[in-house]
């Protein structure tokens, strides 16, 4: 094989990997993390610049490790034969399309895993033990939600305490101690994950229910939509309510502007007449979650270091 042939095969694997991944997945578990290191001030006052990266690299690793572990199984339980191929929905197909084999996508999701735990060990020995226990638990939820969490309606549920683990871990890491209101503004981030995981997970309700498992929009059944909206709604009461405490910086309060917009996403949803229709109230749910991730955390950052 040519030098240049070794390069197109290198650069398919990497293409390979990259896709069974999914990085921009991870945006809103990165932008928790760094609200997190920002939330008790400016982290580099606390721990340098070194331990900062190496909390957004673990979560970001420990995200990436899901993704591939999902494709996996969900590839193994023959749910990716059911599902439709959406840009959010049904996992990246990789392995329904062979670019990767089931074992290399194994082998991925657990080389990525133990790195995130490797890092998270680290942390231990710099910050103490709580860092450990949340990692851990962390990685608890990683081995038990595809196999068991989603199987029994906590899929969502999970999702938003990831959320909370990561804002947490990430300000218990720089800062040294551990607060409710840190808990509390945890809940905005995770309430985002949730609501980008259910509405991500419509349009694999009659696979989901083929293969057993309970998400939410499965129990809804038709008025999934409706569940969509209270979450929604939860995140909003939520945001406000740590704005009026003055937990969260004013600044935070324009992220209800995206919020309100999802009214727009539960209608189109409501109405949708085919999976084009549903795609389309995804990619704006997307949008919005994305939205709303960045006000917080820009809103953290500035009260941090002004």
Same mark, same amino acid.
């Given at each position: 094989?040519?030098?240049g042939g070794k390069t197109t095969e290198s650069t398919k694997r990497l293409e390979a990997y990259t896709r069974i991944i999914r990085p921009v997945t991870a945006f809103s578990t990165v932008l928790a993390a760094i609200g997190g290191l920002f939330y008790a001030g400016n982290p580099l006052e606390y721990s340098g610049i070194h331990i900062p990266l190496l909390v957004?690299?673990?979560?970001?690793?420990a995200h990436f490790s899901v993704n591939a572990l999902n494709d996996y199984l969900d590839y193994k339980s023959g749910l990716d034969l059911l599902t439709p191929r959406t840009p959010f929905s049904g996992g990246s197909k990789a392995l329904i399309d062979g670019i990767l084999s089931p074992i290399e996508a194994?082998? =991925?999701a657990i080389a990525l895993l133990l790195l995130a735990l490797a890092i998270g060990s680290y942390l231990t020995l710099y910050r103490g033990l709580l860092v450990l226990v949340l990692a851990v638990t962390g990685a608890l939820i990683i081995a038990t939600y595809n196999k068991f969490l989603v199987k029994i309606g906590l899929?969502? =549920?999970a999702v938003w305490a990831k959320g909370v683990l990561v804002f947490v871990g990430a300000h218990y890491t720089v800062a040294g101690f551990m607060t409710l209101e840190a808990v509390a503004v945890g809940m905005v981030y995770g309430g985002v994950s949730a609501l980008i995981l259910y509405a991500n997970f419509i349009p694999d309700v009659e696979a989901d229910r083929v293969v057993g498992r309970k998400t939410l929009p499965v129990l809804l059944g038709g008025r999934a939509w409706l569940g969509y909206l209270m979450i929604s709604l939860t995140v909003t009461l939520i945001l406000i309510l740590l704005v009026t405490l003055k937990l969260l910086n004013p600044l935070a309060f324009l992220a209800v502007v995206p919020l309100a917009l999802t009214y727009k996403v539960a209608l189109k949803l409501k109405t949708s007449k085919d999976l084009k229709d549903v795609v389309e109230a995804l990619a704006f749910n997307a949008?919005?979650?994305r939205g709303v991730d960045v006000i917080v955390t820009v809103?953290?950052?500035v009260g941090a270091l002004l």
């Open positions: 094989m040519t030098l957004v690299i673990g979560v970001a690793l194994l082998g =991925v899929g969502e =549920v949008r919005i979650c809103a953290i950052v």
